[in-house]
């Protein structure tokens, strides 16, 4: 059974610090890894994906794989109260699954 | 200039009825999916086809059944809907290859009364 656990949070960060958010998937064979962003009643928007092991930065965000450890993030600098969604990991489980597995999900809400 | 576009938006229906959902895309992209997100939030693919061709039938109730005329067109026809069929219910679509993942149509929200 291939699976991506997120927390489902609330996280509750103030304005201005950094939101962390982690992702763990069972597959060790994966290759892609996606984050995307929801905010309440809208669809998904992609933020950030990322391949390879380390850290990739774009803007205020920054996704950090480990795949030994099976492990991916999303760091959110100068978080702002516009950050406040529900975050989704999807990964690219290997083995011809020919789709994106979501985790259900974190929402951030940050506070002024 | 809508990337993944879906009609209807809002779809209030009631139990025994048949409706139909549309999506198109215009992104040139190979595969489209039907996902359902439940009240939850998580996202549960339906189905999933490849230049019209259907390679993912998760277990779905055989009241629901996906049509793609051309690979930019992927629709969702529901027979005999239920309330446990109230959801929001989105289209998505990609490279085969799903490099750059999914763009996301913007749902269709059903409510079965």
């Known amino acids: 059974q291939k699976e991506v656990e997120q927390n489902s949070g609330p996280l509750s960060v103030p304005e201005g610090a950094i939101a962390s958010l982690n992702c763990t998937y069972s597959d060790r064979g994966s290759q892609s890894f996606f984050w995307y962003r929801q905010y309440s009643g809208k669809s998904p928007e992609l933020i950030m994906f990322i391949y390879s092991n380390g850290d990739k930065e774009d803007g205020r965000f920054t996704a950090q794989l480990n795949k030994a450890s099976q492990y991916v993030s999303l760091l959110i600098r100068d978080s702002q109260p516009s950050d406040s969604a529900t975050y989704l990991c999807?990964?690219?489980?290997?083995?011809?699954?020919?789709?994106?597995?979501f985790g259900a999900g974190t929402r951030l809400a940050v506070h002024p | 200039d809508t990337a993944v576009s879906q009609t209807p938006k809002y779809l209030v229906t009631q139990m025994g009825n048949d409706k139909s959902i549309k999506c198109e895309q215009n992104?040139?992209?190979?595969?489209m999916y039907w996902y359902k997100q439940d009240s939850k939030k998580f996202l549960k693919i339906m189905f999933s086809y490849n230049n019209k061709e259907l390679i993912i039938n998760e277990t779905v109730p055989n009241r629901f059944s996906p049509k793609s005329p051309d690979k930019a067109h992927l629709n969702l026809h529901i027979n005999s809907l239920e309330l446990g069929d109230s959801a929001v219910y989105f289209c998505?679509?990609?490279?085969?290859?799903?490099?750059?993942?999914?763009?996301f149509g913007s749902g269709t929200r059903l409510t079965v009364v």
């Open positions: 999807a990964v690219d489980f290997s083995g011809g699954y020919n789709k994106l597995i």
């Open positions: 998505a679509s990609s490279q085969t290859d799903r490099v750059h993942g999914y763009t």
């Open positions: 992104l040139g992209h190979d595969t």
